[in-house]
Structure formats: structure tokens, C-alpha cells
């Protein structure tokens, strides 16, 4: 059989869960796929009745591909569904806990969640923003965020969070693709130590967006200030004002809930559409079974309220179970790289997200970090965003859940809207680098070029019915939406990651499909051959990317992080220990993913959600003009990278 891409990296590790998890899990019932697929509807159906509806569905699914409506004629109210519906059992719970970077605490329970996110759909109201409007959100990680979204959510309007480490020209951009009415924007924000201030960036920004009727400011430190024009005012100020009772405004199923843009390969940010009913029913799901959410958990998920794992695991799916949940401001290593740990022992979080870009920075600073704190409040680890490689896999197994805990290694992508291929913690025997299987009720496969089925071995990771969460278009961009995601088969989407599938069914990411490189007629995924290096005593991180080379068409260009402590030893003698990682990576995988050139880094390229930008690192290696840099969380990095390159081409 022809396999799309090889499959080289074998891990034969694994780890069942233990008698006293799986009988106390949410989900304990092996049957569960089967019962799911054999009446797909009405298992999604079961989930959806678990949130609470103004007007019941008539029908569960319309599917005109690639066209979806879930619960059609069902009406609801996110916000409703996050907070008022908790009130009368939980009003006195913590629904958020947060930390300031700076080391301020503030807890806020349902009740108070609920006055404020009443409060500020009034105002909102008041300034003009209706129901469909579209309203851009640039803030930092501070409880006015989530009141934000909820706010918005409770009159109709469509949420557009922008990222506060994006630059003006990137949220100008944004709104104005959106047309978004309104900004909600803070003075200020912390990012490891240092203040950042969102107001003159969001000042830029609209000086070029004439969509924008007025500007809300949420004074972030006491000393912050400013002078407000007309069409600026202190959300301070509107919420005193603002009466504390609003009616939810009783939205269809298939009503936008929020877009949120994400870059594409290529091309400008696409804004990805989701609706109300089918998105938080898969939120809700996801919550209840991944994370196995109880009443007494102390959640917390690291993701920014930029990204989709903040929309879906920080504010919709945990606040539809009625959770608590923290939120952390700042940088992971301030003031000390021990600030994590620190917060999970002072909170006694028991439930963290985090992704593998930040487990191997942990990596990096030691396990004397988290060692000297007191975790034995977690039950349960998480990881999404990228391939988590198997040795930051069992060190985030061993050193942060102690070996106690599960580890969910959770695929999925801003257009799923939810998690897709994991593990169900009390049921599935995790593999360390494998997300394992499809949700229950998700049709994953993975298919070749043609669309047929390969049962075991490598090729395209597709979803072959449709689900709740799926996005429901581009915004504005219809013929975009079509060609991306439904043109490669009929029907089908297609997620564009390479994936393989084991004998035993589990799925393992190999990365985007445009992370694939083909050496000599073998495509070899990009992770693999970072996971082999990784492996290496002495490397941090790696990036590994295809450059043009004669004889093999392409070859593999490794960018390596070595570790502090091994730093002088490895350098001593560069030559040697660059045969040295070359030989580690045949041994590996094989002589045919042996890296052609190896270049010792201080940083690599990633965008602000951590992922590696392996398009910055082929535009070095191949000696090209750089590309955008916009989305950079630090473009420094790429200068240098650039230049110690052509030094040793
Ligand atoms: C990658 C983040 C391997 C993948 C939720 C996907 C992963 C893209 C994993 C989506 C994982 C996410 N294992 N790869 N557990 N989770 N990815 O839209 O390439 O920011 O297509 O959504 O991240 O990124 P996005």
C-alpha cells in the first residue's frame, strides 16, 4: 500500500489509566463510540438537552455540505447558558480566579459574574451595539475579558477577540474586515514585567477604522491614564451607570456567537465563523469527558482569551459546567520561572491546559522548579496546540502530575471550535505523542490523496461527518471557505495536518500538511525528526525544515536549542557534535531523515500562540526575502537567525 507519508518514529510506551481514576470518571463506559455512531444525532442530541434552551430544536442536523445547522429552530443564550443558569446552585462559587502578573488576586463568583456581565450588555446596549452587530475585544487576560465576551454574547453581538500582543496594523485589519461597531480595549497590560500599552495601540488602529462608533477602556492599573475623546468612555464609568438586570437576548442555534481570525499558510487572517447551539454543545461535551470537570475543580487552562482554546476552554465549555476557573495575566516566567507552579500550589488547581511549547520551556529551566512546590492538588494534565514530542510528553507526565495524573493530549484546530482526538482519561491507555482516538460522536479517518481509507499507516487527517463545533464559514468569504476546507474530497474536511494511524487505531499528528518534507520520494513529518533531535541529551527545542538539494530534491535543515547546562560542553567542538545530532537522528528514525545541515540557535521564530514559523526558518535556509513578520512574537529573532545563517552557508 502507498502511504502518504512515512511513518518512522515508533513509541511503545504506554500508560492505561489507573483502577481509581476510571471509577471515578465522567465517562467510564467503553460502548461509548460505538453508541455514539450508531445514532450520531441523537448522541449529539443527548448532549445539546444538557444545556438549557428558551425554544427546544425541531431537527438536530441539516447537512448540505459543506453546509451545517445544528438544532435548527432551537433558541438559547451562551451567556445564560455560562452563568444564570449556575446562579441558584452555584451563586456563591468562584467562577473566575485571578492573578494579576504584578501578584493581585480577585475572585469573582457566579453572582458577581452575573451583575457584571449584565451591567455591561446594558452599556453595550447603550452604545448603539445591537444584536449581529460585531464588536472587537483587545485586552489583556483580566476578568473584563471574559465580562466582555459574555456581555456581547447576551444581546446577540458577534465577539471579535483580537490578541493583545497583535500589532495595530494587525487589529486594524481585523476590524476592518469585521466592520466591528465598537472596541473594548484595556490602558494597559503586564507581559513579564513590562507594561504594555493596548490603548495607544488600539488609538493607532482606529484612527483607520471609521466602522468604529466608540471605544471602551477598562483602566487595567490605578495609576493609568488618559484623556478620553467623544467616542471614548471608561468602562468604569458605563457600569456604574448601568442597571444590573438584562434580559438574554434568545438567539437561533445557528446565530454567530464570535468570529476569530487565524492565519492561514498563505493569504490574509480568515476569520472563522462560529454560531451559538452546536459550538457550546461541543464546549460542554469536551469539558464534561476530556477533562472529566467535577463541581470541586480548580481549572485551569493557560491559553489567552486570543486564541480558540481561550474561547472554548477558558470561558464557554468550563463556565457551561459550572466550573471554576483560573486566569494568569502574565508570563510564565515572572518573576521567577517558578510562577506556574507557584499558582497551582496557591490555588490548588486541579485540572491545567497548557501546550507543549511551554512544557519544553519548563523542560528547560529544570525540574528542580516544580519540585519545590506542593502540586498534589492536580488530577489532570492537558496538552493542545502542536505535536507534543514523547520526551516532553513524559516529563510533563512525571515532573508536573507527579505520574498520577492523566495526560489528554487534545488535536483539534479553531475551526473544530472543540476538541477532536483524545483521550477520554478514565477509558483510553494514553501513548506518549499520540492524541489517540477521535472523540465519541467525531468521524476522524485518515485518507490518501484519493480519499481512500488507510487503516493503518500515514497520510491526511479528515473528518468525514459533520459536528456541532464545526465552523460554519469565513467571514465574508464563502468561495474561500469552500476551497480550503471542502474541495480535496467531496463532503470531507479536510484539517490540513498529516496524520498516521496505528495498529491499534490511534492517531498520531505528524503536523501541518505543509510541514511535510520529501526527501528522495519518503515524506517525512517535520515532528518526527524534531522529536528525534529533542531526544538528544544536550538539545532544548528543534525546528527542522526542507531545504532544495540536488540529489534528493529536498533535504532537512535542523535549527537546534541547546540546553543551558550543555552548552559549553557541546560547543567545545562544533563539528563533532553536529555529526554527533545527525547520527542520533539516523539512528533514530533512520539514515533517511539524517539532517543535511544543523545550525545551533539561541531562539527560534514562533508566533505569539508558540508555534514554531517553519515558513520564516525555509525563507533563512533558502537564502529567500523574509516573509511577513507581523504575527512574530519576537522578530528579532529572525534577523539574527538570518544572519549567523549566511555566515556558516
Ligand atoms: C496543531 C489550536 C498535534 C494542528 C487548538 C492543528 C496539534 C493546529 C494539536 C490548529 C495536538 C493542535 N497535536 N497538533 N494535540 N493541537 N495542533 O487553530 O496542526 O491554533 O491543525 O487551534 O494546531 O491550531 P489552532
Excluded at 433 to 447: Q, V
Excluded at 548 to 559: D, L, M, R, S, Y
Aim: charged share 25%; with cysteine; glycine share 8%.
Amino acid at each position: 500500500m502507498a502511504h502518504e507519508i512515512d511513518a518512522l518514529l515508533q513509541e511503545t510506551r504506554e500508560f492505561p489509566p489507573s483502577e481509581s481514576f476510571r471509577a471515578q470518571a465522567n465517562i467510564h463506559d467503553p460502548a461509548i463510540w460505538e453508541q455514539a455512531k450508531a445514532d450520531r444525532e441523537g448522541y449529539w442530541a443527548g448532549w445539546a438537552e444538557q444545556l438549557d434552551w428558551q425554544t427546544k430544536w425541531t431537527r438536530v442536523l441539516d447537512w448540505n455540505p459543506p453546509d451545517a445547522k445544528w438544532f435548527v429552530g432551537g433558541k438559547l443564550n451562551a451567556s445564560y447558558n455560562c452563568v444564570d443558569r449556575h446562579l441558584a446552585t452555584r451563586g456563591d462559587k468562584p467562577a473566575l480566579i485571578w492573578e494579576g502578573e504584578p501578584g493581585e488576586v480577585r475572585r469573582i463568583t457566579y453572582r458577581e459574574l452575573h451583575g457584571d456581565v449584565s451591567r455591561f450588555a446594558n452599556a453595550l446596549k447603550m452604545l448603539g451595539v445591537a444584536s449581529g452587530d460585531r464588536v472587537a475585544i483587545y485586552m489583556p487576560l483580566i476578568p473584563e475579558a471574559v465580562v466582555a465576551m459574555l456581555a456581547c454574547a447576551r444581546i446577540g453581538a458577534v465577539h471579535s477577540v483580537v490578541f493583545g500582543g497583535f500589532s495595530a496594523d494587525a487589529l486594524r485589519d481585523r476590524i476592518q474586515d469585521a466592520q466591528a461597531k465598537l472596541v473594548i480595549t484595556a490602558t494597559s497590560g503586564y507581559r513579564r514585567g513590562s507594561v504594555v500599552p493596548l490603548k495607544k495601540t488600539t488609538d493607532t488602529a482606529v484612527a483607520e477604522c471609521p466602522s468604529i462608533e466608540h471605544v471602551v477602556v477598562v483602566r487595567r492599573r490605578d495609576e493609568d491614564d488618559a484623556t478620553l475623546n467623544e467616542r471614548e468612555v471608561w468602562y468604569h464609568d458605563v457600569m456604574a451607570g448601568a442597571d444590573a438586570e438584562c434580559e438574554p437576548e434568545w438567539v437561533d442555534s445557528e446565530h454567530m456567537l464570535y468570529m476569530l481570525y487565524t492565519s492561514g499558510s498563505t493569504g490574509k487572517p480568515k476569520g472563522i465563523v462560529h454560531t451559538t447551539g452546536g459550538y457550546l454543545t461541543g464546549c460542554y461535551a469536551t469539558c464534561k469527558w476530556v477533562f472529566d470537570l467535577k463541581d470541586d475543580d480548580v481549572y485551569w487552562c493557560t491559553a489567552d482569551i486570543g486564541w480558540v482554546t481561550g474561547h472554548s476552554y477558558v470561558v464557554y465549555g468550563p463556565l457551561a459546567c459550572g466550573a471554576t476557573v483560573m486566569l494568569y495575566e502574565g508570563a510564565p516566567d515572572w518573576p521567577k520561572q517558578d510562577r506556574f507552579w507557584d499558582i497551582i500550589e496557591r490555588h490548588k488547581v486541579s485540572v491545567f491546559y497548557t501546550a507543549p511549547t511551554a512544557i519544553r520551556a519548563f523542560m528547560k529551566w529544570g525540574p528542580q522548579l516544580p519540585q519545590a512546590h506542593d502540586m498534589s492538588s492536580l488530577r489532570l494534565l492537558g496538552s493542545v496546540g502542536e505535536p507534543i514530542n514523547p520526551e516532553a510528553w513524559i516529563w510533563y507526565h512525571k515532573y508536573i502530575g507527579g505520574e498520577r495524573c492523566p495526560v489528554v493530549d487534545t488535536w483539534w484546530q479553531t475551526e473544530t471550535g472543540a476538541i477532536m482526538i483524545t483521550p477520554l482519561p478514565g477509558l483510553v491507555a494514553t501513548k506518549p505523542g499520540s492524541a489517540t482516538k477521535p472523540f465519541p460522536g467525531i468521524d476522524a479517518e485518515i485518507l490518501d490523496q484519493h480519499g481512500n481509507r488507510v487503516e493503518v499507516g500515514g497520510g491526511y487527517l479528515a473528518i468525514t461527518s459533520p459536528w456541532p463545533s464545526m465552523l460554519r464559514g469565513i467571514y465574508g468569504d464563502p468561495e474561500r471557505f469552500r476551497q480550503q476546507y471542502w474541495s480535496k474530497w467531496p463532503g470531507v474536511y479536510f484539517t490540513g495536518d498529516g496524520a498516521k494511524r496505528d495498529a491499534d487505531g490511534y492517531f498520531w499528528l505528524l503536523g501541518r500538511v505543509d510541514d511535510v518534507i520529501n526527501v528522495a520520494g519518503h515524506r517525512i513529518g517535520t515532528m518526527e525528526v524534531e522529536s528525534a533531535l529533542v531526544d538528544h541529551p544536550a538539545i532544548a527545542e528543534a525546528a527542522v525544515v526542507g531545504i532544495a538539494h540536488e540529489i534528493k530534491g529536498t533535504a532537512i535543515a535542523a535549527f537546534c536549542i541547546v540546553k543551558e547546562s550543555e552548552r559549553a560542553n557541546a560547543l567545545a567542538d562544533p563539528a563533532k557534535f553536529e555529526q554527533e545530532l545527525k547520527a542520533h537522528v539516523a539512528e533514530k528514525i533512520g539514515a533517511i531523515a539524517r539532517p543535511e545541515k544543523i545550525l545551533v540557535t539561541a531562539d527560534l521564530p514562533k508566533t505569539r500562540s508558540g508555534k514554531i514559523m517553519r515558513r520564516l526558518l525555509r525563507d533563512i535556509a533558502e537564502g529567500r526575502a523574509l516573509g511577513d513578520v507581523t504575527t512574530l512574537a519576537d522578530p528579532g529573532v529572525v534577523a539574527t537567525l538570518k544572519e549567523k545563517y549566511e555566515e556558516e552557508a
